[in-house]
């Protein structure tokens, strides 16, 4: 009953199989790896925390970008938020491009300095050698100017390294992209180790030789790897790899940390017996699950499987060795327990200094511990009913099946059937096969690692899908090779399963990676694009942005930097035995005074793009933060709306008809003020929107024009908002 639950062994192809041959099932991953790579260049928006407990974070500590910080992040001692989540998800690539950013400056400087020596040399020498110096200075101003530098700035006797003038909105969206994009290939790497011992059964040589032998384990061998192709496949083609651990979640660290657990114990879980290996996988498992509990704290259900397995192993192999087999789980268990303690241990001294700027004393009370107060903060219903209330069983009847689809239903048979069956016997099994138990063992780790963490985070009021994310691991390694697998299935049986799972992670990948909120992103990087055109055209100083019926707008990619005096010129963060306490002090200001900024630019004169966000605010919201002042002839600036069609035509619907309010207005006080939208003229647009908040005019969409009035209703636009003024006997229409 046990070999019965672990997923078959895959056999080559043969003629007669209906299956994909090895090299095919090859070739489908390297084209789903293009897949994957073009999915990092998709603007859906999943959820707020994708960018502002992460992105904008790292971007004002890492590239000195004006960024709103959240509370999370701005609560010293209380801080729930770890450096090592936004340094996993964002923090590494911010400092590459931050890196690289700064020596392509230093090149344009030094080409700056060449030119201009070479100008002065030409000046003051003879005519002959003036020629020279002449030809090799246009040469270094042409090279110069070719990197996009000005010659006039060589004049200036400081020219300060500014990220935010070196830096564009398109880098600042892909290089996090890119990160997160290098790190899923270790799920890849998991699930394949993963799938392959399970398939393998774990070496079980030395059982005598013999053609017929090696041959067999020629056989399994090539049926381990092509289990090992497919449960990549599966993986990479599922919508959560291309959705969601693609972007800036604190839980795609978390399910990176997971994989590399995975990966680190494998081998040492499916074959205890050296005991070296063991020692060594316990001691990084320890590490990694220290730093993805600082990412999250739910990272510990995850992992405590795989170490139970490990201290099994050892037992098991104490046995097999008639050695005392509780010197080896003795072992284990210290190595683990102690690499967990001391990467603890680190990076709560690294997390003190990032929330207080100093160490705040001896003793617990002096450092920050970020896991326990994620975890305080968790277990306050108060706290979690802010973020929204669910019932106990979401994860079980959503969650789960939103996440994996065809592989819930595997999962949970396998869970109902082992309830019915039993199964489950430790040792060395039935027949004294230590591989079978070695795989036995593996896969009850990893169906743990799927189940546990349901139960524990199930009993929270507050359930997201995301919080199952690390859970694809274990289940891609459990259940793709079999579901891909068509030895004892007809055609149409295996033909179905694949429909049905492609159809499933397509509508998941277009829905969440493409469209949800897909508008946002786009938008805010063409705001700086849309002000430069205003102030070149109108000599506008400032503009106001604002942002209706949409995310919260991800800040950092307007790239508008601090004006941190005490920042060092280069880009490397200076020198001096000080320098990482300085810099975390200044990260630490810098967080502080974003939770007051809401203009990007010159905060005291008002310079700059304003961005205010009304979120789900009503019309009358909408219009207040467009007049103001204006309406009551204030200085005119120019102002944008940056909304759904279907918003923007629902707000003009309303001023429309509060128009005749303002015109009996109007008739006793000589003129009233309206705002107008230019809805036919949007300074940018961008199709494949899909908001939940505007569902009613999709399905009304719909009614009057089909499929077609859907896309056309599910667009965003940057519309310019323009004050009219009304008078008594005026007619005019409010645009639409």
């Not at 110069?144 to 010659?151: H, L, Q």
């Not at 080896?328 to 683990?336: D, F, I, K, L």
């Not at 207080?356 to 003793?363: D, E, H, K």
Request: proline letters at 5%; a positive charge.
């Amino acid at each position: 009953k046990d070999e019965a639950s672990l997923p078959s062994p895959s056999s080559p192809s043969s003629p007669s199989s209906p299956s994909l041959s090895s090299l095919s099932w090859r070739v489908l991953y390297a084209l789903l790896v293009l897949l994957r790579l073009a999915a990092t260049f998709t603007t859906g928006y999943v959820h707020p925390d994708e960018y502002h407990q992460s992105v904008e974070v790292a971007a004002s500590d890492v590239l000195r970008v004006r960024a709103i910080s959240p509370w999370e992040f701005t609560s010293a001692s209380r801080s729930p938020r770890s450096l090592a989540s936004t340094s996993l998800t964002a923090g590494v690539a911010f400092g590459v491009l931050r890196g690289a950013a700064w020596a392509t400056w230093r090149a344009r400087k030094l080409l700056r300095a060449l030119a201009l020596a070479m100008m002065r040399a030409s000046a003051s020498a003879s005519s002959a050698s003036g020629g020279r110096y002449g030809v090799l200075a246009a040469a270094a101003a042409a090279a110069e100017r070719w990197s996009g530098g000005a010659m006039e700035a060589t004049c200036e006797k400081r020219w300060r390294w500014d990220p935010g003038a070196a830096l564009s909105p398109r880098a600042v969206f892909l290089a996090p992209r890119a990160w997160m994009l290098a790190t899923s290939f270790a799920l890849d790497a998991a699930v394949a180790s993963a799938a392959r011992a399970l398939a393998r059964g774990g070496g079980g040589g030395g059982r005598g030789g013999g053609g017929a032998l090696e041959e067999e384990e020629e056989e399994v061998e090539r049926g381990a790897r092509a289990a090992g192709t497919r449960a990549r496949a599966a993986l990479v083609s599922s919508w959560p790899t291309l959705a969601l651990q693609l972007r800036t979640f604190s839980n795609a660290a978390e399910t990176t940390v997971v994989a590399l657990a995975v990966l680190a114990t494998t081998r040492a879980i499916v074959d205890g017996r050296d005991r070296g290996r063991s020692t060594r996988a316990a001691g990084a498992l320890g590490a990694l699950t220290a730093v993805g509990t600082f990412a999250r704290f739910t990272c510990v259900a995850f992992a405590a499987p795989l170490g139970a397995a490990l201290l099994s192993s050892a037992a098991v192999a104490g046995k097999t060795e008639r050695r005392p087999s509780s010197l080896g789980v003795v072992v284990v268990g210290v190595v683990g327990i102690a690499s967990f303690l001391a990467a603890s241990c680190g990076l709560a001294y690294v997390d003190t200094l990032y929330h207080l700027g100093r160490i705040g004393g001896v003793g617990v009370g002096g450092v920050v511990l970020t896991p326990l107060n994620a975890l305080r903060y968790n277990l306050d219903p108060t706290n979690l009913a802010t973020h929204g209330t669910h019932p106990r069983w979401s994860h079980v009847v959503v969650s789960a099946p939103l996440l994996f689809g065809p592989m819930t239903v595997v999962m949970y048979a396998r869970a109902l059937a082992r309830r019915g069956g039993g199964g489950g016997g430790g040792g060395c099994g039935k027949n004294g096969d230590a591989a079978a138990a070695g795989r036995r063992r593996l896969a009850r780790a990893l169906a743990w690692m799927f189940w546990l963490p349901i139960i524990l985070l199930s009993t929270a009021p507050h359930q997201e899908p995301r919080f199952l994310l690390p859970a694809l691991v274990p289940a891609v390694a459990l259940t793709a090779p079999a579901l891909c697998d068509s030895r004892g299935r007809g055609r149409g049986r295996v033909v179905a399963i694949i429909a049905a799972w492609i159809v499933f992670n397509a509508v998941g990948f277009l829905l969440f990676a493409v469209a949800h909120q897909g508008g946002v992103v786009p938008a805010t990087a063409a705001l700086s694009r849309i002000y430069a055109r205003a102030r070149d055209e109108e000599g506008a100083s400032s503009m106001i942005a604002v942002f209706y019926r949409t995310y919260p707008p991800p800040r950092a990619l307007l790239v508008r930097s601090f004006d941190d005096d005490d920042d060092d010129d280069d880009g490397g963060g200076g020198g001096g035995g000080s320098t990482n306490a300085r810099t975390f002090e200044r990260w630490r200001r810098r967080r502080m005074d974003s939770a007051r900024y809401d203009v990007f630019g010159d905060a005291d004169e008002l310079k700059g793009i304003r961005v205010v966000d009304l979120a789900g605010a009503d019309p009358s919201a909408l219009l207040r933060a467009l007049g103001g002042d204006r309406c009551a002839g204030g200085a005119a600036e120019p102002a944008f709306v940056v909304a759904p069609f279907t918003a923007a035509t629902a707000a003009t619907a309303a001023w429309r008809r509060a128009r005749n309010v303002a015109a009996t207005s109007a008739s006793a006080n000589a003129s009233a003020c309206v705002v107008a939208l230019d809805a036919d003229r949007p300074a940018f647009e961008r199709a494949a929107h899909f908001s939940a908040e505007e569902m009613d005019a999709y399905l009304d969409a719909f009614a009057t024009g089909g499929a077609r009035g859907v896309w056309r209703a599910a667009r965003l636009g940057v519309f310019r908002a323009r004050v009219v003024e009304l008078d008594a006997d005026d007619e005019r229409p409010i645009a639409a």
